[in-house]
């Protein structure tokens, strides 16, 4: 019997999933729309509170003038009549006491005067209808006859004015077919107003009739509306300066805080790499150095035909030492103060260097006019910057081709230099790769020159950027701060 053990199997529960990676927590996003629900939502609530106070307050205004108005009329009529034992209009205006609570005043006179009173009601501008009750809330008079001696019951308003002995005032949108006293002989055709004026008596305790006016105040309307307009876009336009304000404040603050986290995540691989890369550096420079002593004393005393693997074994020695070298520069933290550098003359010199190599490999130097200008930066390391550029250019234009060196941009605080080859370039997906560490397209490169190119860049304020297209050449474009002496 086979007595060996089987292989443990993991049973994963019906219907259980793995947890899938959960999205970094977008804080422009969720910015951009809280923001602008809030700022809608003030903005919805201030431009609703405005419109209603203006309503509010025109509507108000013009109850006032037009109870001001009535109430003048009434007493100028009063006065006009002279008629004995009478002091207040309201006396006069229902014709049912023309016989009963005024003995020894001429009826014809009482209507005259009443007539007056009420023919300045019924001219009234903007006016839809005019209704005057008794105490008991009968209809005495109406500019639509229609409503005379009709029983109102159920207003409120009414009820409101004649309890508190005040005057009130309504307004409305679309009238109110149920209502009995709302039979306008002429609808309104959109806000309307009414309007409850009561009449007192000599003492000012009594009511001694209601006069209820309905309105449709055209210009008022018109003047609501374009004040209404106003609020509303004058809302519109703050809202939005608001939060485009805003959201580019949250924007540039986003980028500033994404940029310094690329920062500090760059930052921790580096002490990261440069803690493991000079314990590594360190193990190996003894070994490399007693393989080179070796390889030397075996060429001094060997002329054999072992002569070319010694030659082999010290020159891969200096390039693994010279790898070294360049890894441990490459993330060696870059504490070294921004000074003014020459420019032109950093340039000649890496030329210089590689005059004969740029000779050798067929390529042609088109270098165009610098202006004389100093950018900040370090003098060496400036020269490690365009040395590792040509170096990638001359590596690239295997059968010779053209290294152009130009200024593309130049303003008081900047200068732009662009290195263009014509070598094999690039595609997309190794363009995203370029600034990477230890990412290399060359046999036996390490891949820090581009990586130190751009820390070194970085460093002291500048940026660089690549473009290249495969099979026709590379383009580096590096943007220095001038130098201003302040």
Do not use: C
């Not at 019997?1 to 804080?27: I, Q, Y």
Request: net charge negative; aromatic share 6%.
């Amino acid at each position: 019997m086979d007595m060996a053990p089987r292989p443990e199997v993991f049973e994963v529960p019906a219907g259980s999933e793995l947890a899938a990676p959960r999205k970094p927590f977008n804080l422009l996003r969720w910015y951009a729309w809280v923001s602008l629900a809030i700022i809608l939502s003030v903005a919805v609530g201030l431009g609703l509170i405005s419109s209603r106070f203006i309503i509010d307050e025109s509507i108000e205004r013009d109850a006032l003038l037009t109870a001001q108005f009535i109430t003048s009329i009434a007493d100028a009529e009063v006065r006009h009549v002279s008629i004995p034992n009478v002091r207040t209009m309201g006396e006069l205006l229902d014709p049912r006491t023309d016989h009963s609570n005024l003995p020894g005043v001429d009826p014809d006179a009482r209507r005259r005067a009443r007539g007056e009173f009420l023919d300045h009601i019924a001219h009234l501008p903007d006016m839809l209808l005019a209704n005057i009750y008794a105490p008991d809330r009968t209809v005495i008079w109406s500019s639509n006859p229609a409503l005379v001696g009709k029983l109102i019951e159920g207003d409120d308003d009414l009820e409101k004015a004649f309890e508190y002995k005040m005057r009130v005032s309504a307004s409305y949108h679309n009238f109110e077919q149920a209502r009995a006293e709302q039979k306008f002989v002429t609808p309104p055709e959109q806000l309307f107003i009414e309007n409850y004026i009561p009449l007192f008596d000599a003492d000012g305790e009594q009511v001694t009739a209601m006069v209820e006016i309905y309105k449709e105040p055209r210009d008022l309307i018109v003047r609501i509306e374009h004040g209404l307009i106003m609020i509303w876009l004058a809302i519109t336009v703050g809202a939005g300066l608001v939060y485009v304000g805003l959201y580019g404040i949250m924007h540039r603050a986003a980028r500033l805080l994404t940029g310094q986290q690329k920062r500090l995540i760059n930052n921790e691989t580096y002490v990261a790499l440069g803690e493991v890369s000079s314990a590594v550096a360190h193990s190996l420079r003894n070994p490399l150095a007693s393989i080179r002593s070796s390889a030397e004393l075996a060429q001094a005393f060997d002329d054999g035909p072992a002569q070319r693997n010694v030659n082999d074994i010290i020159s891969q020695v200096d390039r693994m030492s010279q790898w070294i070298r360049q890894m441990l520069q490459s993330l060696r933290p870059l504490n070294d103060e921004a000074v003014a550098v020459d420019l032109p003359l950093a340039l000649q010199d890496s030329l210089h260097t590689y005059a004969v190599p740029l000779a050798r490999g067929g390529v042609s130097l088109d270098l165009q006019p610098l202006p004389a200008v100093q950018v900040l930066g370090h003098p060496a390391l400036l020269r490690q910057i365009f040395s590792s550029l040509i170096a990638n250019a001359l590596e690239s234009m295997e059968q010779g081709g053209r290294l152009r060196v130009e200024v593309v941009r130049h303003d008081r605080r900047n200068l732009t230099v662009r290195l263009s080859d014509t070598g094999k370039g690039m595609n997309e997906a190794l363009q995203r790769m370029a600034f990477r560490p230890f990412f290399t397209t060359k046999q036996g490169g390490l891949g820090v020159g581009l990586l130190l190119v751009k820390r070194i860049m970085e460093r002291y304020g500048g940026t660089v950027r690549l473009s290249s297209s495969e099979g026709h050449g590379t383009r580096v474009s590096l943007n220095f701060r001038l130098f201003t002496g302040s």
